[in-house]
Every structure is written in structure tokens, then in C-alpha cells.
Nanobody, 118 residues
Framework: QVQLVESGGGLVQAGGSQRLSCAPS????????MSWYRQAPGKQRELVAR???????NYADSVKGRFTISRDNAKNTMYLQMNSLEPEDTAVYYC????????????WGQGTQVTVSS
């Protein structure tokens, strides 16, 4: 069973920075893409950023210019660098990975809380 282990959440002041990490229990090369989603209280889960196996990235309009998604193949880890954080960024952040054909499936992490205080 593939697991995605997230870390790096917590409390930060508005304007501050935080970095989330997602480490899969299998090789990062087994995924077509890896993403970060978030879900705020009373709201639907939304895509924050995605990175493909080829390194292409895309972002939600609300985080463009502030967040950066990346992957370190040597460390088998994906990251989300969050800068200029706003209270509206407060949410549970989830790592997601889409398996290549030989692995299949979609996988989710357990979620990590990010709280931005004003």
C-alpha cells in the first residue's frame, strides 16, 4: 500500500513562510504527477499546485507568485514552499499522487494543518 507522509504544517503569522514536504513510500518516479490540495473549513477541497514527472507545474490563481511546488528526486520528496502567507491560506493541506500505469491509482496523504494568523 502506497503511503504519502506529509510534514511541515503549523502556525505562522501573516506574511510569513512555511514549507510542506511529502515523502511517498515508493519511488517518486512511479507517479505521473504529484499535487498539493487544501481544504478550509466549510469549503471544498481545491487544487493548490501540481508538478508532473516532466517537471511542468501549474498553480491556482490565488497562490501564483507566492507558492512554489518542487520535487527532489534524490530525496524522493515533493515540496510546497509558501511565502507571503495570508489568513485565507489557512486550511488542511493534502499531498496527492497519481500513479503511472504500472502502479495505478490515486493516493492521498493524511493532511497537515496550516494556520495563518493575522
Amino acid at each position: 500500500q502506497v503511503q504519502l507522509v506529509e510534514s511541515g504544517g503549523g502556525l505562522v503569522q501573516a506574511g510569513g513562510s512555511q514549507r510542506l514536504s511529502c515523502a511517498p513510500s515508493t519511488s517518486i518516479f512511479n507517479f505521473n504527477s504529484m499535487s498539493w490540495y487544501r481544504q478550509a473549513p466549510g469549503k471544498q477541497r481545491e487544487l493548490v499546485a501540481r508538478i508532473t514527472s516532466g517537471g511542468s507545474t501549474n498553480y491556482a490563481d490565488s497562490v501564483k507568485g507566492r507558492f512554489t511546488i518542487s520535487r527532489d528526486n534524490a530525496k524522493n520528496t515533493m515540496y510546497l514552499q509558501m511565502n507571503s502567507l495570508e489568513p485565507e491560506d489557512t486550511a488542511v493541506y493534502y499531498c496527492h499522487a497519481s500513479g503511472r500505469s504500472w502502479l495505478g491509482g490515486d493516493y492521498w496523504g493524511q493532511g497537515t494543518q496550516v494556520t495563518v494568523s493575522s
